[in-house]
Structure formats: structure tokens, C-alpha cells
T-cell receptor, first 115, second 114 residues
Framework: DTGVSQDPRHKITKRGQNVTFRCDPI?????LYWYRQTLGQGPEFLTY????????KSRLLSDRFSAERPKGSFSTLEIQRTEQGDSAMYLC?????????????FGPGTRLTVL | ELKVEQNPLFLSMQEGKNYTIYCNYS?????LYWYRQDPGKSLESLFV?????AVKQEGRLMASLDTKARLSTLHITAAVHDLSATYFC??????????????FGQGTILTVHP
């Protein structure tokens, strides 16, 4: 079973450091999404890609956040100069445009703790 | 801006009882998704509802969609402890856009006790 995978699963960092997360979508899924979830809340959309094109970015995505999907396969999400408010679970999901349901499949998430 | 609201936010149920979780969304959409999340885990897809009047059942859970009322329900029948989790509904952008980002409700924390 090749579901969505994310790396690392946990990251502890000090305020001001940069962090990078990786997401590998389900093979051949051309859409890839990033969400952020804080404790007790539902996931909030950050950005999404169709193939290598970044089609939409949330206003939540400040200038310190950048995401890439250079070859239309895996994606990276980088947070520069981390702040304590960045502590959250970062979820990646993928979907296949060819299937009409639009269902998004989620990875296990990366839990970020900023000290 | 699309808003998705669930109620109740907290649900404490006795085993064997029935209950319904409601999900209202503010923008016309032809589909709705339900997910389950266990503590510290990611989201597991439960149901994909693709049209008005759609009804899907899996075990003790049944979901339905009324696009005219912009309402989806998740009905729990004869609850068992294993159903304890947080349940989210989510809607795509709507307004003719069926794909793209999902907007999630706040989640319903379900606890089933003996």
C-alpha cells in the first residue's frame, strides 16, 4: 500500500530556526495539498499544487512559508524563522483529478513543536 | 467565504444509543466529505457524498447529503466504544468548483462510554 507519506513525523526546533517538511503523495496523484491543524481545531488549508503548479495559497501562508513541488511528485514545505505560533500538525493530502470524487487522502502528518 | 459548522462539538454517548451529528455549510456545493481522526493521528476518509440525496452506510455509521438545505448528517446507530474519535465534515469550495481546498468544520468529539 503506497499511501501518502510525510517526513519527519515529529520535529522539535528552537524559535528562529528554519524547518523543512517533505510529502510524498500517492503515486500518480496530480493534486497535492498542505493543511495545518492546531489542537482542538479542524485542518486549515495552506496551499495546493496541480502537478508542479502552485494553484492557490491561503492568507495564512505568510512570507516565512514556502512550498514547492518541483517535478510534480513530492512536495516540500519550508518555514523560515519559526515562531511558537507555528507549532501545529502539518498535514499533506493528495487527490487524483481523473477520479470524479475529488476525495483527498491524508498522510500521517508532521508534528512541529517550536520552543 | 465558505463556512462549515458542525454540531454538537462534543458528544458523550452511552453504548447502544443512537445519535446524529449535523454539518451545515454556507456555499452551494454538490459534494461533502466526512473524516475520522483518532487522537494524535491523521484523518481517515469515511464517506464521500457526491450528490443531493446521497446516502452511504458503513457499519454503524450512515451519512447523508441534502444540497438544497446545505446540510449533511452523520448518524450513529447503537454506538460502541470503538467509535470514540473526532469526526470532521469538509466541503470543497462550491459555487461550481468541486475540486481544490477543503474547508473543515470544527469537529465533533465523540466519546462512547458503557
Amino acid at each position: 500500500d503506497t499511501g501518502v507519506s510525510q517526513d519527519p513525523r515529529h520535529k522539535i526546533t528552537k524559535r528562529g530556526q528554519n524547518v523543512t517538511f517533505r510529502c510524498d503523495p500517492i503515486s500518480e496523484h496530480n493534486r497535492l495539498y498542505w493543511y495545518r491543524q492546531t489542537l482542538g481545531q479542524g485542518p486549515e488549508f495552506l496551499t495546493y499544487f496541480q502537478n508542479e503548479a502552485q494553484l492557490e495559497k491561503s492568507r495564512l501562508l505568510s512570507d516565512r512559508f514556502s512550498a514547492e513541488r518541483p517535478k510534480g511528485s513530492f512536495s516540500t514545505l519550508e518555514i523560515q524563522r519559526t515562531e511558537q505560533g507555528d507549532s501545529a500538525m502539518y498535514l499533506c493530502a493528495s487527490s487524483d483529478r481523473l477520479h470524479s470524487s475529488g476525495e483527498q487522502f491524508f498522510g500521517p502528518g508532521t508534528r512541529l513543536t517550536v520552543l | 467565504e465558505l463556512k462549515v459548522e458542525q454540531n454538537p462539538l462534543f458528544l458523550s454517548m452511552q453504548e447502544g444509543k443512537n445519535y446524529t451529528i449535523y454539518c451545515n455549510y454556507s456555499t452551494t456545493s454538490d459534494r461533502l466529505y466526512w473524516y475520522r481522526q483518532d487522537p494524535g493521528k491523521s484523518l481517515e476518509s469515511l464517506f464521500v457524498l457526491l450528490s443531493n440525496g446521497a446516502v452511504k452506510q458503513e457499519g454503524r455509521l450512515m451519512a447523508s447529503l441534502d444540497t438544497k438545505a446545505r446540510l449533511s448528517t452523520l448518524h450513529i446507530t447503537a454506538a460502541v466504544h470503538d467509535l470514540s474519535a473526532t469526526y470532521f465534515c469538509a466541503s470543497p469550495p462550491g459555487g461550481g468548483t468541486s475540486y481544490g481546498k477543503l474547508t473543515f468544520g470544527q469537529g465533533t468529539i465523540l466519546t462512547v462510554h458503557p
